[in-house]
């Protein structure tokens, strides 16, 4: 059912841009003998150009895990308030572009920061190519601005890290060592009602493995607040348990594969991709050039040109 929904997908595009592109060579037509303007043409023309656009940039996106849906975790970075604060706007920013792609958007562990912003957060992000379209968000996006946490007004720098893996589904299988595996439980902080902040309903799975590549012992730690069943949560961990190493599996697997031509800059985490600056008005990707003056536009979800570029310049690399 999968794979015909996926087909059927691909045959709905193809017929809605083949019938605008009939539609845009008829109205020249009409153009030619005066019945419509040139203003209808060129309207016409650039929705057709739209469609065929984002059909190509859908074709990027083949890879196995790319259909899946992303968990996407943010952490400030060192800086105090401000650091916290513009984590928090990152959050808020693609839970908007989220809301425009029709995604259902989960908070499964939040951290409040000291005074404003937060420490973490990790949502759950379900739809359609979700992945495919976000994995190009790895990595340190940058804020510089001047503060409103700053006495003397001066102009700061801040440092949020952005994590995306796979949401598995059903269809993957991964291998869990089940002696691996040990819990613990807390009480949770936050929205969620009295019954999450009385009673153990938080859970921090601890999970440990060997990296094949280094050989070296290492944790992964995932902590899940989200339902105020503490077997909810437990469920949830499990899962997100999965993506985790399933994207290290993924990694393994690129590792294997041609690296990128030299000359471009590495696509890894921790490094810094991105740069917000807010009073030159200009958000800026260095990993592709792209940039624009619309800040504002950018921090309420609309990165679909960054998405866009990252896709085009590496998607056939990754």
Not at 52 to 80: C, F, P, T, W, Y
Not at 176 to 183: D, V, Y
Not at 265 to 288: A, L, N, P
Request: aromatic content about 10%; overall charge negative.
């Amino acid at each position: 059912m999968r794979k015909i929904k996926s087909i059927k997908q691909w045959i709905d595009g193809y017929n809605e841009v083949k019938s605008i592109v009939d539609e845009l060579v008829l109205s020249f037509d009409f153009y030619k003998e005066q019945v419509v303007s040139e203003e209808e043409v060129d309207a016409l023309y650039l929705t057709a150009f739209d469609l065929v656009e984002s059909l190509e940039l859908k074709n990027m996106l083949r890879q196995e895990e790319d259909r899946l849906g992303a968990v996407l975790k943010i952490v400030a970075g060192a800086g105090g308030t401000e650091s916290q604060d513009w984590a928090s706007m990152l959050c808020r920013m693609y839970q908007r572009w989220c809301e425009s792609k029709g995604y259902k958007v989960d908070i499964v562990n939040w951290q409040d920061g000291d005074e404003a912003g937060i420490k973490t957060v990790t949502m759950q992000i379900e739809g359609d190519l979700a992945f495919g379209y976000l994995k190009g968000e790895n990595g340190v996006h940058r804020l510089v601005r001047v503060s409103p946490f700053n006495a003397q007004g001066k102009r700061m720098t801040s440092f949020s890290s952005v994590f995306v893996v796979p949401l598995v589904d059903d269809s993957i299988e991964i291998d869990i060592n089940p002696a691996a595996i040990s819990w613990d439980t807390f009480r949770s902080s936050g929205a969620g009602g009295q019954n999450v902040n009385k009673v153990e309903t938080g859970v921090r799975l601890k999970y440990k493995y060997t990296d094949e590549i280094s050989g070296e012992e290492k944790d992964i730690i995932i902590e899940n607040t989200e339902s105020r069943s503490q077997f909810g949560n437990k469920d949830n961990a499990m899962r997100l348990l999965k993506s985790q190493l399933y994207e290290i599996e993924l990694e393994k697997r690129r590792a294997a594969q041609q690296k990128i031509e030299s000359g471009k800059k590495k696509i890894e985490w921790g490094s810094q991709i991105r740069s917000y600056v807010f009073d030159d008005k200009r958000v800026k990707d260095h990993r592709t050039d792209y940039q624009t003056s619309n800040v504002q536009t950018v921090m309420d979800g609309d990165i679909d040109a960054f998405i866009k570029a990252y896709l085009m310049v590496y998607a056939e690399k990754l």
